[in-house]
């Protein structure tokens, strides 16, 4: 019922930037929060940033200043614009979605595959 497709990522060199895309699909959703998280090899999922419903966002302390978040697509989507990637920042992209499904009555997350997203030195 619902998709959640990630589009983006890749390989860039260090000081570069790159952007990344997520699309949620499907019908009898409401989007309450939308955003990224990331997760390196032996580490655990970490907030890179949100934007809820009403355009407020959200971003870890590492990323201040460096990435943005916005909406778009109907605020079923979000794009992330990465700038001055460091080799810090190497770790596979998670889009993230929070919905409330109205005919169930019930709110859920929602993630995406993952992307790739390596900064070589």
């Known amino acids: 019922q619902v998709q959640v497709v990630e589009t983006g990522g890749g390989l860039v060199q260090a000081g570069e930037s790159l952007s990344v895309s997520c699309v949620v699909s499907?019908?009898?959703?409401?989007?309450?929060?939308m955003g990224w998280f990331r997760q390196a090899p032996g580490k655990q999922r970490e907030l890179v940033a949100t934007?809820?419903?009403?355009?407020?966002?959200d971003y870890a302390d590492s990323v201040k200043g460096r990435f943005t978040i916005s909406r778009g697509f109907g605020n079923n989507a979000v794009y992330l614009q990465m700038n001055r990637l460091n080799s810090e920042d190497t770790a596979v992209y998670y889009c993230?979605?929070?919905?409330?499904?109205?005919?169930?009555?019930?709110?859920?997350?929602?993630w995406g595959q993952g992307t790739q997203v390596t900064v070589s030195s």
């Open positions: 993230y979605a929070y919905l409330y499904t109205l005919p169930k009555d019930e709110w859920n997350e929602y």
């Open positions: 499907g019908s009898g959703f409401r989007v309450v929060v």
């Open positions: 934007v809820n419903s009403g355009g407020g966002t």
